[in-house]
């Protein structure tokens, strides 16, 4: 089964780059199937990571950000695929 991970931050007004820079350079325990990061207005990050685990398995995730980077609390969510039809 693949099971994605969504990780969710925004940064203080202005320090969107920051958070982005700081959002890639965080590692994982354990190398994902994939891994991508988006950026959105109002300097949001996104980072979703896709894995071949069960859907309560225990995976690695990134951590909250230094509290003066971000608004707000880091929002995950936990995704499992459904069938085309």
């Known amino acids: 089964m693949t099971v994605a991970l969504m990780w969710e931050a925004r940064a203080v007004a202005g ?3 920051e958070l982005l820079a700081w959002a890639r ?3 994982l325990a354990v190398s994902p199937l994939r ?6 207005p109002q300097d949001r990050v996104l980072v979703i990571t896709w894995w071949d685990a069960p859907y309560d398995a225990d995976l690695p995730e990134l951590p909250e950000p230094d509290g003066e980077l971000v608004t707000r609390a880091v ?3 936990r995704f499992e695929p459904v069938a085309e039809g």
């Open 15 to 17: 320090r969107g780059e």
């Open 25 to 27: 350079a965080q590692d």
């Open 35 to 40: 891994r991508e990061t988006f950026r959105a």
């Open 75 to 77: 929002h995950r969510w």
